[in-house]
């Protein structure tokens, strides 16, 4: 029972580390360079994309807030100009 046991735990380990030096192989082809460069570069496009997405989320709020502020300290709404006497549409 003992040579059954250490005869799979054998072969187990000799399956586990074919897989492990083929997926190394295939890393250090072109193919798989170039996968792996494709990959990084798709998480960097993603991880702009949230950052340009906080950035402009986080411009939006914090120009409301100053909107606000102008027009509690001086009565006008920003971004409209009081109309004269002399001004035309």
């Given at each position: 029972?003992?040579?059954?046991?250490?005869?799979?735990?054998?072969?187990?380990?000799?399956?586990?580390?074919?897989?492990?030096?083929?997926?190394?192989?295939?890393?250090?082809?072109?193919?798989?360079?170039?996968?792996?460069?494709?990959?990084?570069?798709?998480?960097?496009?993603?991880?702009?994309?949230?950052?340009?997405?906080?950035?402009?989320?986080?411009?939006?709020?914090?120009?409301?807030e100053?909107h606000?502020?102008?027009?509690?300290?001086?009565?006008?709404?920003?971004?409209?100009?009081?109309?004269?006497?002399?001004?035309?549409?």
């Amino acid at each position: 029972m003992r040579r059954l046991f250490w005869f799979g735990l054998g072969i187990a380990a000799g399956v586990f580390a074919t897989r492990k030096a083929g997926q190394a192989a295939h890393a250090a082809t072109p193919a798989g360079i170039g996968a792996n460069v494709g990959e990084g570069l798709r998480e960097l496009a993603g991880a702009l994309g949230s950052f340009g997405a906080e950035v402009r989320a986080g411009m939006s709020e914090r120009e409301q807030e100053l909107h606000d502020t102008v027009e509690r300290q001086t009565g006008q709404t920003p971004g409209r100009r009081a109309r004269r006497a002399g001004d035309r549409y």
